[in-house]
C-alpha cells in the first residue's frame, strides 16, 4: 500500500516537473500571455469594497486592440468571486471598468469608464500614459513594471509579490 | 548487560541495490508514462506543452496560462510580438540615413545610386 503511494506521488511529481520544464522552453503568442499576465495582476490587487456588491468583474478594452480575443477568453474566470467579463470601453458606463487595458494599435484616452480602474499598458504605447502596470517585451518574455503612484490615485494597491516580480517599481 | 540491537552488515549490503533497483524502477516508470501521456495527446494543455517544448510556436490559449503562476509564465519565451511597438527598427534607419549618410535626405532618395548607398548602410546599421 505504501509502495503504491509512493509510486503514485513519483508519478504526480514526475509529471509536474515535465510540465514545467517543457514550460520553461515553450514559445506563446504573446498576446495570450499577456491577456493571462493581466488576470494575475488582477488577483494580486486589494481591490475597493464596491467590487463585492457587483454582480461582474468588468475588463474594458477597445476591440481593435490585438489582445481582444485573448482577453475574452478568460470571461467567466473568477476574480473576487466574479466572473471576469470584457467589455467594450465604449459601451461601458461611468466606473463600471475595473481593469482597463490600453493599446497603441487604438489609443484610449481617460474616460469615465475607467475612473478608479486598475490601466494596464498593453506595451504598444509609445510615451507616457496613464497606465499604472506597463507590460514589456524583453528578450522573448514579458517583464512589467509597476507605478504605485497611478494605483493609488484609484484606490489601488498591490500584493508585495507583485511588486517583487516586477522590473521596475516606483 | 546492555541491550543491544545486532548489526548485521550483510542485510545492508544484499538490500542496499534491491532498494535502488526499486527506486530506479519507479523514477523510470514515472518518466515513460508521463511521455506516454505527453505524446498521447490527451488534454489541450499536454499537447500545446508537448508542442510548445519542441519550439514550435503554441496556441496555447489565455485561459489555460492564466491558471498559472505569475512566477511561471515570467518563464515562459514569446513569439514575435503583434503589440511591440515598431519603433526600434525605423529609428536605426533614420540614424543610418541622418548620420551616415551625409546627402541623402530621409525617405527622399533622389537616384539609384543613392538607394544602394542607403541599402549598404542600413546593412551596416543592423547592430544598432
Known amino acids: 500500500m505504501a509502495q503504491r503511494k509512493r509510486s503514485r506521488a513519483a508519478i504526480a511529481l514526475g509529471s509536474g516537473l515535465l510540465v514545467i520544464s517543457a514550460l520553461c522552453f515553450a514559445q506563446v503568442q504573446d498576446v495570450a500571455l499577456k491577456a493571462a499576465y493581466i488576470y494575475n495582476f488582477a ?8 467590487v463585492a456588491s457587483a454582480s461582474r468583474f468588468d475588463v474594458c478594452a477597445t476591440p481593435e486592440t490585438p489582445l481582444w480575443d485573448s482577453l475574452e477568453k478568460l470571461n467567466g474566470k473568477a476574480v473576487e468571486g466574479r ?7 465604449a459601451l461601458a458606463s461611468p466606473g463600471q471598468c475595473r481593469i482597463v487595458v490600453l493599446s497603441g494599435a ?5 474616460t469615465e469608464a475607467g475612473m478608479s480602474a486598475l490601466v494596464i499598458d498593453d506595451g504598444s504605447v ?5 497606465a499604472a502596470i506597463k507590460l514589456v517585451n524583453e528578450h522573448e518574455h514579458i517583464r512589467f513594471d509597476v507605478d504605485t503612484r497611478k494605483a493609488s490615485f484609484s484606490g489601488l494597491t498591490f500584493s508585495s509579490k507583485l511588486l517583487r516580480l516586477a522590473r521596475n517599481v516606483s | 548487560m546492555r541491550n543491544t540491537i545486532p548489526f548485521r552488515s550483510e542485510n545492508v549490503v544484499t538490500n542496499a541495490p534491491s532498494m535502488v533497483s526499486s527506486m530506479l524502477g519507479q523514477a523510470a516508470l514515472a518518466l515513460a508514462l508521463c511521455l ?11 499537447s500545446a506543452v508537448a508542442s510548445a517544448s519542441l519550439d514550435m ?13 505569475l512566477e511561471t509564465l515570467m518563464r515562459v519565451a514569446v513569439t514575435p510580438s503583434a503589440t511591440q511597438p515598431a519603433l526600434a527598427p525605423a529609428l536605426s534607419e533614420i540614424y543610418a540615413l541622418r548620420y551616415l549618410a551625409p546627402g541623402v535626405d530621409q525617405g527622399a532618395l533622389q537616384d539609384a545610386g543613392s538607394q544602394q ?3 549598404l548602410v542600413t546593412k551596416q546599421a543592423g547592430g544598432f
Open chain 1, 43 to 50: 488577483l494580486f490587487t486589494t481591490w475597493p469594497q464596491d
Open chain 1, 83 to 89: 466572473p471576469w467579463t470584457l467589455v467594450d470601453v
Open chain 1, 106 to 110: 487604438a489609443p484610449l484616452h481617460a
Open chain 1, 126 to 130: 509609445l510615451g507616457p500614459s496613464a
Open chain 2, 36 to 46: 506516454t501521456t505527453l505524446t498521447a495527446g490527451a488534454a489541450d494543455f499536454t
Open chain 2, 57 to 69: 510556436p503554441s496556441d496555447m490559449d489565455s485561459a489555460t496560462l492564466a491558471d498559472l503562476p
Open chain 2, 117 to 119: 548607398r542607403v541599402a
